[in-house]
Structure formats: C-alpha cells, structure tokens
C-alpha cells in the first residue's frame, strides 16, 4: 500500500450525514479534479478521511469541515504547481 499527496484539495458534503433540513452535517477534503466528475456522473470520491460518496451539493464559506479531514489536511506539506 503506498500513500500520495493530494495536490489539490477542496471540501465537499458526505451526503450520509445530513440535518434535518437536507444540509449535511460537515463537508470532505476531497480531489479538486474529481468534483466535477463525481457532480455530473454520479461517481464517488474519497475523502481525506476515507468517506467515500457522491458530489451532492458545495460547500459554503464558513460551513463546519470534518475534523478528521481537517486534520489531515494540515498536516500535509504545502502544494506547488506542477509544470
């Protein structure tokens, strides 16, 4: 089993865990080039922490974050551009 770095993150709702009005509880670290994928053709992602779902909805400013997602996150070394 090998781990990578992520190179570019972005948060996005686990559709498991929602409120009682249809918000999710808190949103994934996830694949910035796999939102897209997952939005338009049902596919899953992985999150950070290992929560695997499909893009339902997007994350708005100020929208609680896994903490386990959140963790990880910052502890990985800052990205740069691949050219």
Do not use: W
């Not at 796999?34 to 939005?39: L, Q, R, V």
């Not at 929560?51 to 800052?78: D, H, Y």
């Amino acid at each position: 089993m090998s781990t990578t770095t992520l190179p570019e993150t972005d948060t996005r709702p686990e559709n498991t865990e929602q409120t009682s009005d249809d918000r999710p509880e808190v949103f994934h670290y996830v694949q910035k080039d796999k939102i897209a994928e997952s939005a338009v053709m049902g596919s899953h992602v992985v999150a950070l922490c290992g929560a695997v779902f499909p893009v339902t909805k997007s994350a708005k400013p100020g929208s609680p974050v896994c903490p386990e997602c959140k963790e990880i996150f910052e502890g990985l070394p800052p990205g740069g551009d691949d050219e």
